[in-house]
């Protein structure tokens, strides 16, 4: 049976860390190389790469960025960048 919570818990994985992505670090225009969690126990992410990956972009098109990916040897770079008006990248 069901019971009610007094406040949503907060996610928490593996040992402990808060795996709350931080977007608004990464969206500052510079290329950030993220760290999965099977190179280094001090990671960014423990999703597949895949999965990031559609995770960057999803958060790009909510925030009405442009962004551009590629897997590296111990995760994935990103990097976001503005976009004007007429949906044209300022430069990247």
């Not at 069901?2 to 795996?19: A, Y």
């Not at 790469?49 to 990103?78: C, D, H, P, Q």
């Amino acid at each position: 049976m069901s019971r009610t919570l007094d406040k949503f818990p907060e996610q928490r994985r593996g040992s402990g860390h808060n795996w709350k992505y931080n977007w608004d670090e990464w969206k500052d225009g510079r290329v950030h190389e993220l760290i999965h969690s099977s190179w280094s126990s001090t990671c960014d992410f423990d999703v597949p790469v895949e999965s990031m990956r559609s995770m960057v972009y999803t958060y790009a098109n909510k925030e009405g960025l442009s962004a551009r990916t590629a897997k590296t040897k111990a995760g994935i770079a990103i990097q976001f960048i503005s976009t004007t008006d007429n949906g044209e990248i300022l430069e990247w």
